[in-house]
Structure formats: C-alpha cells, structure tokens
C-alpha cells in the first residue's frame, strides 16, 4: 500500500509538502497542491486523518454548538460554517441544545471535553465563565458568534445601532407613528434562547432610542411581540393592523421574517406596501428580495465563515491567550417596502 513518502516522491515535493496539501492544512501553492493531489490520485493514496491526529496531536474537527438548526438565522450560520471548513479539509461535529437545559449540560460538560474537536464554535450562546474555562483548560479554543464571551474570541453585530439606523430610515422618511414588532418574552427567557445575548432587548433598545432622539412619542400598544416567524408575526401584526382608527403608517420588525409576517397581515387589511405601510426587518433573509423588503443584510452566512477562518488561522499561529472581538459589517438594503407617509387622513391622523 502506497505511503505518503511514496506521493512526496511521484510528486516530487517533500512528505510535509504533501501532508499539507492534502490536509488542507497550511501554507501550499496552488501547482504544489495540484501536484500531491495528482499523485495520490495515480497512487490510490489517501490520507489517515487518524495517524496525522497522533502525530500533530489535532483531529481535523470542529465542534460547533447551537441552540437550534431550524431557524432561518442559524442553519444560514451553519452553511457559512460548514463550506469553510470543507474547504479546509475539516470535519463537523454538530451539537444541537435545542432539547432542554440536560443537553446542553451534556455537551458542554461531557461531549466536548473528551477532546474529540480541536476547537468550539458556540453560535447565540453565552457560555458562562466556567465552560469556557473548562474548555480553554484543555487548550481547546472558542469562537462565539452572536455576543461577547469572557476569554474567548467573538463575532457579533451591533444590534441597538442597526436597529437604531433601521428606525432612522422611517423616521427621515417622515414617518412618526412607527410601531415596533420585537421578540416575544419567552424568546428572552426560554432555556433555548436564555443565553442569545438578549437580542429582542437590543433591538428594541435602538428603536426606542432613535424615537426619543427625535422627540418622538412611544406608544406601549405599538410595541408588540411575535416569536420570529412569519406566522407568529402575522398573528401579531393583524392585532395591531386591527385598529382601523389608529394605525402606524411604518413597522419596524426586529428580523425579516416578522417583517414578512406584518406585510403579509397588511394587505388582509387591503393595506398596499409601501403607500399605506411602509415595513423594515433585519437578517437580509433570502425571501427579502422577492417582498420587495428593506432591510440591513447581516449576512449569517458570512458570519459563520469568518468565524471559521479567524479559529483556524489561531490554531495555525498556536495563538494560545489571544483573544479579540470582530464586529462583523452589516449592510443596509433599500427595496421598495419604504416610502414616504400616507397622506393624512382620518385614520392616520
């Protein structure tokens, strides 16, 4: 059976040349790497993760922890994730705590510390002090996506400035009678999400704080709660649409789909979009465009991969100690569910 010294050699490049080609692993030319991949493939080598493990003392795996993998926010992550350390040529160890407070438990304290991964991405979760340690005791890096984690390396948006600047948008539109559609409180407090940085509070935060920056009056029956779905905001957005005496003429909904949702509830009311109600969200969800919905892309999908090449080039550097915190850049998407106000009239004054 063909060893790797038997590719350096068909290649004619050195064993560590080869094992980094073929690994994914460091620094190779893109002709080095054709080349090893040439001759492994004429040879039928192929090579032993499980013996380079021994050697290096690494295992070409990734541990990621989520919260939950059906929603829009995190299974974006997860692409974003998982092509980036393909393309590195490692693997993924998916843990999902979506199950209760047991698996979570679990995973932190048990799955995880067995050294089966070389290093952690914890997506929307904010481990305490003592899981990072204990991972950190073990000289197993985490990345954190979503928020800060003490001594930890983390990836995170700035939600009350975007929420903030989405509010703006309505109000320099000259809109003032603008609702806000937030997460409901068990979002906040269920096990699931007990640990996601308190999103709905941030985002509420930058709407409230735009509003009184511009003297603008708010109203508690106008600040309503859905639970992030399109479903669960369209219940909402037909209770508050419902009052056909006092309508806001602009939503701010604190993700795209609750946007979605609101719009959808809208035209029950044979309100048009944007002339009657203009409707703003935050994600930059794929369904945005075919809305027509302004919104501020936070691009998920690139969070995730940056958050791989940040955790890779460590291990690379053996950075061991080195912590810092990236806020990722956010860009404001301007599609046709805003506009100007309606013109007063008995029911908008």
């Known amino acids: 059976m063909p060893g790797i ?10 064993t560590a040349t080869v094992s980094r080609a073929l690994s994914g692993k460091g620094n190779v030319s893109a002709r080095s790497r054709e080349r ?13 993760y499980h013996a380079s493990s021994l050697a290096s003392g690494r295992n070409h795996n990734i541990g990621v922890v989520v919260p939950s993998v059906h929603r829009w926010y995190f299974s974006s992550i997860m692409e974003g994730i998982s092509a980036t350390l393909l393309d590195a040529g490692y693997d993924l160890t998916l843990y999902n705590v979506s199950e209760g407070p047991d698996r979570r438990h679990t995973v932190l304290n048990d799955f995880l510390l ?41 990836i995170r948006i700035d939600d009350p400035g975007i929420s903030a600047a989405a509010t703006n ?16 409180t068990f979002f906040e407090q269920d096990f699931r999400f007990e640990q996601d940085f308190r999103l709905p509070g941030k985002r ?20 309503v709660t859905a639970d992030f779905t399109i479903e669960g905001a369209y219940a909402s957005a037909r209770r508050l ?43 930059g969800h794929e369904l945005g465009e075919v809305f027509g919905l302004t919104t501020i892309d936070q691009d998920a999908r690139g969070q995730g991969a ?15 100690g080195v912590t810092t915190g990236t806020e990722f850049p956010t860009n404001f998407v301007i599609r046709s569910s805003t506009s100007v106000p309606p013109v007063e009239t008995a029911w908008t004054r």
């Open 204 to 223: 509420q935060e930058g709407y409230e704080k735009a509003m009184k920056a511009a003297g603008l009056h708010l109203r508690p029956e106008w600040q």
């Open 169 to 184: 948008h309505l109000i320099q539109l000259g809109h003032s009678k603008i609702a806000h559609m937030t997460g409901d």
């Open 114 to 154: 067995r050294k089966r991964v070389d290093a952690v991405i914890a997506v929307s979760l904010q481990l305490s002090e003592t899981e990072i340690q204990q991972l950190l005791a073990i000289r197993r890096p985490v990345m954190g996506i979503g928020g800060p984690l003490p001594g930890a390396s983390t």
């Open 5 to 14: 010294k038997d590719v350096a050699e068909r290649a004619g490049l050195s």
């Open 306 to 320: 940056l958050a791989v090449r940040l955790l890779l080039a460590g291990l690379q550097d053996a950075a061991d």
């Open 36 to 48: 090893a991949q040439a001759a492994a493939a004429e040879l039928g080598f192929v090579l032993s």
């Open 241 to 283: 649409l419902g009052a056909a005496s006092d309508r806001p003429t602009a939503v701010f909904a604190a993700s795209d789909e609750m946007a979605i949702g609101t719009i959808l509830a809208a035209r029950d009311f044979g309100l048009r979009i944007p002339y009657d109600l203009s409707v703003i969200g935050i994600d």
